[in-house]
C-alpha cells in the first residue's frame, strides 16, 4: 500500500470515528430544540416561535448533521475509490458517485435549512399577520424541499452506495462490516419504498433507525480502518 493510500486511510478512519460523536451531538440538539416531536418543525407559526435556546438547538443541529452526517464521509468515499477501485472499477466507480452526491446534497440541504430558519426566526415575532403567513409559507417550502424531497432523494443514493460498499468490503475481507453496510443500505432502501407507499410512520421509524445505526456502523468501519496494516 503506498504512502498516499495509507494516510488516505488513517484519516478516513479518523473521521469516521468522530462521525458517531457529531451524530450523537446533531440528535441531541434535535430533540432539545423540538421538545422531542420532530413534526414541530414541520409547524410553521410553532417553529418560528421557538424560544431562543430551541431555535438555538435547531440552528446548530443543523450544522452539526452537515458533518455528522454528510461531509465527515467524504474522506472514505475517496479512499475507498482509490484503494478498491481495482477490483471492480464499474462498481467502484457507481457507488463512489452516489456516495458523493449523497454527502453534497445533504450538506446543501441541511445548510440551506440553517440559514432560512434563521433568517425567517429572527424577526417573526415582529411581523403583522400577513407578514407572519408568507413567513410560515417561506419556512413550510424550505422544509419541504429539503426533508421530503432532497433528503428523500439521498436514501437512493444511500442504498445504491452502501449496497455497493458492501459487496466491496466483504470482497477485502472485512465480511461483518460488509454486512452492517448492506444492513444499513436496505434500511434506507425501506425508508423510501415505505414513503411512497404512504406508511409514512413506518418510514419515519426506519429513518430514526438509521440516524443510530449509520453512525455506529461508521465508527467501526474507522475502528477496522485504523487496525488495518
Known sequence: ????????????????????????????????GSGGDPALYFNASAALSLDASQASAFYFGMWFDVFGYYLIYLPVILYAWRAYRDSDQ??????SICGIIYTV???????????SFQTLHVGYAGLDSVQKNAAE??????????WLGVWKLEAILATVW????????IQHNMRWL???ALLVAIIWLAQFVTWVAGAHDFSNLTLMLVVVVGPLWAFCLGIALLRAR
Open 1 to 32: 500500500m503506498s504512502d498516499n493510500t495509507n494516510s488516505g486511510r488513517k484519516l478516513s478512519a479518523y473521521t469516521l470515528i468522530i462521525s458517531l460523536p457529531f451524530a450523537a451531538i446533531t440528535q441531541f440538539l434535535f430533540g432539545l
Open 90 to 95: 464499474n462498481l467502484v466507480d457507481l457507488l
Open 105 to 115: 446534497f445533504g450538506a446543501l440541504g441541511a445548510a440551506t435549512m440553517a440559514a
Open 137 to 146: 409559507a417561506a419556512w413550510l417550502a424550505t422544509i419541504s424541499g429539503q
Open 162 to 169: 452502501l449496497g455497493g460498499l458492501s459487496k466491496v468490503l
Open 178 to 180: 460488509g454486512i452492517g
